[in-house]
């Protein structure tokens, strides 16, 4: 009996033919994957314009600053615990995939009720750990299947190298339109933006 592995949901033949290249499309799926990924996560270009918001308007002194942090990334200090479960279950039968249907949403709703909504302390620590904890799904969601596909086609060099490149560029971005934004002091905006990321992330899960 031939074994099998998964990829977006699809099974492919271990032993099957191995294809050398991939489409435009692939490329293009997985660096808009990529990029949505980095600038919708809390940690993105929410970053600078939610520290300005805690410290400035809510007042919080650097303890409760630090404690905010702790707390709301406590998803990527148990990241581990995701890696586990996406081993022992693929959602809606859509392999890694079915992840970015349960993160989407929820991240979108975190951000988008925030963005409606007046500013208070635990509202802003809920909705930022559940949203945490959607990018925590989005990132190991999307890192198997980068990593099962460029297998499949024997490009996990090249592949990597475009993912790490399309990382990089929306970090810079993130730090610089974040920095920019933070002088308007209102989280509305990033908020919205990171809202459509994570909107984004739900349309790769159908796309492919």
Request: with cysteine; glycine share 10%.
């Amino acid at each position: 009996m031939t074994a099998r592995v998964e990829t977006a949901g699809v099974p492919l033949s271990r032993t099957g033919p191995v294809t050398y290249g991939l489409g435009a499309g692939v490329w293009i799926y997985f660096a808009t994957l990529t990029m949505a990924n980095a600038i919708g996560d809390p940690s993105g270009l929410l970053s600078l314009p939610l520290q300005f918001t805690l410290k400035n308007r809510l007042g919080l002194s650097p303890q409760s600053l630090a404690l905010f942090e702790a707390i709301t990334f406590i998803p990527v200090y148990v990241g581990f615990g995701f890696g586990f479960l996406r081993d022992r279950w693929r959602p809606f039968g859509l392999g890694d995939r079915g992840y970015f249907l349960i993160g989407g949403p929820i991240a979108a709703a975190c951000y988008l009720w925030l963005a409606s909504s007046e500013l208070t302390y635990l509202p802003l620590l809920g909705a930022i750990f559940l949203a945490m904890t959607a990018y925590q799904l989005f990132d190991v969601a999307s890192d198997a299947l980068l990593t099962v596909v460029a297998r499949r086609h024997q490009m996990t060099g090249r592949l990597s190298a475009i993912v790490e490149g399309t990382e990089a560029v929306p970090g810079i971005v993130a730090v610089i339109a974040g920095a920019a934004m933070v002088s308007q002091g209102s989280l509305h905006l990033p908020l919205t933006i990171a809202a459509i990321c994570s909107i984004v992330m739900v349309a790769h899960a159908v796309s492919y």
